[in-house]
């Protein structure tokens, strides 16, 4: 079945750096553009960045636009957010999810992100 598995969170300091993964398995990976959606405490889901099927093109939140890097690697069935400039308001929920036409049909557990103050 289909699983999709984010890591990397963690607690950070202001203009600090992480990097999430989010493993994919149960399904062809190079074939689905792949989206970050984050959920601050007490807020709703907030669109992150998302990448086409081959990784070279890619679309970014004004939020996070020349901050946050997306990224793919094919052959390992992975995707990547590296998150550089980190503050507080990236306090957050990330999950990963799986584009199918017009809607995301499969998300993951989520990894926290927590920006200290």
């Known amino acids: 079945q289909v699983q999709l598995v984010e890591s990397g969170g963690g607690l950070v300091q202001p203009g600090g750096s992480l990097r999430l993964s989010c493993a994919a398995s149960?399904?062809?990976?190079?074939?689905?553009?792949m989206t970050w959606v984050r959920q601050a405490p007490g807020k709703g889901l907030e669109y992150v960045a998302s990448i086409n099927p081959a990784g070279g093109s890619t679309d970014y939140s004004d939020s996070v636009k020349g901050r946050f890097t997306i990224s793919r690697d094919n052959a390992k069935n992975t995707l990547y957010l590296q998150m550089n400039s980190l503050t507080p308001d990236d306090t957050a929920l990330y999950y990963c999810?799986?584009?199918?036409?017009?809607?995301?049909?499969?998300w993951g557990q989520g990894t926290q992100v927590t920006g200290s103050a």
């Open positions: 999810a799986r584009e199918n036409g017009y809607t995301y049909d499969y």
């Open positions: 149960g399904f062809i990976f190079s074939v689905n553009t």
